[in-house]
């Protein structure tokens, strides 16, 4: 399996907090973690200039990760619509905390992803939903993430088609944190936490959590081309009668 | 519309503090919320003797709201199929707080709906996932409940057909207490919010949305029979070549 | 309420069986059908130069339905922009036959949205597999189609929200024909039957159907802005303890 | 991975037509093509005696399927709440032909599971509606089936958590014959071709499914008791404030 990782590289990451989160930088971290399944991981860089996936390494792609936060303006359209049509030919995606407001993400849902939000160090509690998921195996029935940034509903997306993760805030807020959407052969997985100053990728749960996230997106049976209309002249079943 | 209530009485209504919350009775209470509606309303009594629903008060019922707690075991099996049947055939259902433990609910969704409670006097702030559903209507973002006992997650019930409220406790849960679930011809609400001895029924955004969920889940052509397997002989589309 | 009806005028409804299908032409058809539900109905036409739906129109319509298929690509990228806003908002759309490639619906949902076609005059019959929807309130088991172009799987949308109805070809085919998906606060409703050059539009129950589903997209609460992303810098809820 | 094939034996099965389709029996036939996978497959019978399931082999069970047409009724009903428990707590269970009638499946859904049919051996075509579904990999755009039992809507189910395969058939009808049920930590699949007088589990891609579906349904974590309620008497997350 081929895993490649989107992440932007933004001043936050450079704060004290940020380079204490992550030395080895969040985009690393990401990496590390994923090469833990025996997969192949290619890092892609995000900044201000946009973002460097190439078609090439696009075309090999099996399950994107996408992580990104100040620059998603800067993310060229025509990648955008790469990405949206391998997706509907297999490939998997997990986008990760501010990913949401991604354009490949609001490209995929149709909805604006708009949330609530409040950066103030919180401890987040996700609520399993669906414990006999996948994504979920061995984890238990919660995942404390001991400070996150908040996100709140309402979450403006489609009404997922497998709910895994709802989180608590201790602020007074719920999330629907943990959600898998399916876009014609593709699947897609989001999760909140990561915020680019908190160490949450570090967590144990969480690392086993994503490992499992990408096997569950990961095309069943490779990716295709994306389907177009197709007509057909003859009747499909001839009358037996 | 006609709607009947059965609401269960039980020793805890007797508590000084079940008295102050509801003088009149926490059913009258129901009842006389929903004849707001225009409806016409009966009251059914529930309690360790059974529940008192007549074969033909239940024929006649568009939309039956349920609450009950101490007494679920003393529900009649043959009841229980009577109701099942007719929500089959188009009767929507109210099931309120620990009604989730009912033997209807249960019957009807398949599943344990077991769930993780605590009886402490938290306050609840119900989110809405689905801002535009008419049970929310002209409700907000969220609606509070000062005090109410705590169910939280894991709840073991299939997947809502509609998603529409998401608690959050003071204590750290989260709890899918708003859902909509389609049975056959019939539609079913499930509300968590409603302990005996807290006044949550005298709360007025509580007492809109409990008469918009009569409204949304009324048989939209009348109830009909529960249909059985049906054989039908002939091709029904006679091939036209 | 407000229904505003887009509907392409192309050379297949100027050919002999276009008119004689509809010679008030097929928008006509469509606008004094859902006429009689008693809405304020505006007629706005589409052709080679794009669709002529001024802001003003747009702003008012509570209801919008979509009928294309020759010139999908002439419609203005700001214009969709706009009409999935508004629907983000509330506003509810039916998109009907071919509608199925415009760009108003692959993009609010997300997908190609592609499907297997052949135009040979088949019989569709299309199944209710949700007896209970408003939307299908009085209409019997099926509902028959005598010509039709065929549509077929696989149709590249997400999941529904809600499957109505499940059409039969002639020739072999199945079809998703009759489906319910909500997207923020709209809801959008898509119904294969329709072609230029059958009079499906004036059979009976398919007006029925066409007056109930504009009553089942209309907005609960009207239509407000899209919203946004929103910083909230206090905790929502205040410690208890 | 432990399968267990519950197969009723009927006098259907002991017609000319019966035991040229499945000279070895059905349920071996079934069993055959299951230990293809590896599995340990136990045949246990079912007839007008009841079902010969005893709690140590339920116990060890990972995967159960059913096919059951003439003796539903002669099914105990403990039996049937211990299977519901053991799928509750995560066993998977695949359903086949007539097993929508069976006690184990209505207990599961809370609908009558009622349908249409005509035994006519009529050729029924399932359209995949799910291409990147685990169960359909490597199956193609549909699966023919040469003579079948006619199923048809309205099929009276919840709403399938993932509907995978739609059926047409030759006479005119559709039915939703392939369908993914969550209940609990279990799967279900229910999948409607298989009458006991027509060799379809001969078919490579019928049991390439059957195999496919034995392996998605198989539970992610092993097999646990039925969660009940629990009581928790302190607030799962300490304020930190």
């Not at 940020?18 to 192949?40: F, I, K, Q, V």
């Not at 407001?101 to 992803?113: A, E, I, N, V």
């Not at 898998?180 to 909140?192: H, Q, S």
Request: glycine share 12%; net charge negative; with cysteine.
């Amino acid at each position: 399996m081929k895993i490649t990782v989107v992440c932007e590289h933004n001043p936050g990451m450079e704060s004290e907090k940020g380079r204490r989160a992550y030395p080895e930088g969040l985009g690393n971290c990401l990496c590390d973690l994923l090469r833990e399944t025996g997969a192949e991981v290619t890092l892609v860089r995000a900044d201000e200039t946009g973002v460097a996936l190439t078609d090439e390494v696009l075309g090999g792609t099996d399950v994107l990760f996408w992580w990104g936060h100040w620059y998603h303006k800067q993310v060229d359209d025509a990648l955008v619509e790469k990405v949206a049509a391998r997706v509907h030919g297999g490939m998997g995606m997990v986008f990760l905390h501010s990913a949401h407001d991604s354009k490949p993400f609001k490209r995929l849902l149709g909805t604006p992803c708009s949330l609530r939000w409040r950066e103030d160090g919180e401890r987040e509690r996700l609520w399993c939903v669906s414990p006999g998921h996948p994504i979920a195996r061995g984890l238990g029935e919660f995942i404390d993430i001991p400070q996150e940034e908040m996100y709140g509903e309402y979450f403006d997306i489609p009404t997922p088609d497998e709910l895994v993760y709802v989180g608590w805030f201790e602020g007074g807020e719920v999330f629907r944190g943990g959600c898998v959407f399916r876009r014609g052969r593709g699947k897609l997985f989001y999760f909140n936490p990561g915020h680019e100053t908190y160490p949450t990728y570090r967590l144990p749960a969480v690392r086993t959590l994503l490992r499992q996230a990408a096997a569950y997106v990961a095309p069943a049976e490779g990716v295709g081309e994306t389907p177009a209309c197709r007509h057909c002249e003859q009747f499909s079943v001839p009358s037996a009668r």
